[in-house]
């Protein structure tokens, strides 16, 4: 059972797109959202979070776009760099609870 | 800066080898986790540990066991490797009850031939 959709699995942006990421998730006690940015070879790492209690969280030219409602969360990459190509994962948890659900990542190409 | 360290970053093993892949983190977390990372699949918890000795069944422990005899290390233990556990093998660590997300290794990608 995949608690956490991702879409698309793949994207492909000129340099200088907003390319958009999007998750969607079932379990409602979910209360942690971070999305984690991954480069071939490496590790996944944080990249921004956020608490369902704001519907949108800008760093830099990340943005996470959150919708309680409908159980959708979403993340824009601002006038995106061929810097950005990687693959991002997006992730929910219930804070103080060790596991977290990760979706099937999408892999980033910005072409200049 | 915090580190995850993961022993061996490429290996090759034969059907039936017992395989020890090996986790160590310098950032006193009590939380420890393995994931296998697949195309399509993305992250899947294999097991996690919550404190040393302490050990729970992720999403999918069939054919894995793992040993927490050190807070800093954290181990994943394939008893007899087959052809479809050839895989990314992720290890990461947070502490506990932090609301932060988890700091990952660089990966273990290990092929079963």
């Known amino acids: 059972q995949q608690q956490v959709k991702q879409s698309p699995q793949s994207l492909i942006v000129q340099k200088g797109g907003i390319p958009i990421i999007n998750c969607a998730y079932e379990n409602t006690a979910f209360d942690y959202f971070p999305w984690y940015q991954q480069f071939p070879g490496k590790g996944p790492a944080l990249l921004i979070a956020i608490r369902p209690d704001v519907s949108e969280k800008k760093e830099g030219r990340f943005t996470i776009s959150f919708n309680k409602s409908a159980k959708q969360f979403s993340l824009h990459i601002m006038d995106s760099q061929p810097g950005d190509s990687a693959t991002y994962f997006c992730a929910a948890s219930i804070v103080g609870y060790q596991k977290v659900t990760f979706g099937i990542g999408t892999k980033l190409q910005v072409i200049p | 800066d915090v580190k995850v360290t993961q022993s061996s970053r490429y290996l090759v093993k034969r059907t039936g080898e017992k395989v020890f892949l090996e986790c160590v983190q310098d950032m006193d977390h009590e939380n420890m986790f393995w994931y296998r990372q697949d195309p399509g699949l993305g992250l899947r918890l294999i097991y996690f540990s919550y404190d040393v000795k302490m050990k729970e069944k992720g999403d999918i422990p069939e054919g894995y066991s793992v040993s927490r005899e050190k807070k800093e290390r954290f181990s994943l233990i394939l008893e007899s490797a087959s052809t479809n556990q050839t895989s990314m093998y992720l290890c990461?660590?947070?502490?506990?009850?932090?609301?932060?997300?988890?700091?990952f290794g660089s990966g273990t990608r290990l092929t079963v031939v």
């Open positions: 990461a660590s947070r502490l506990q009850g932090a609301i932060y997300g988890y700091t």
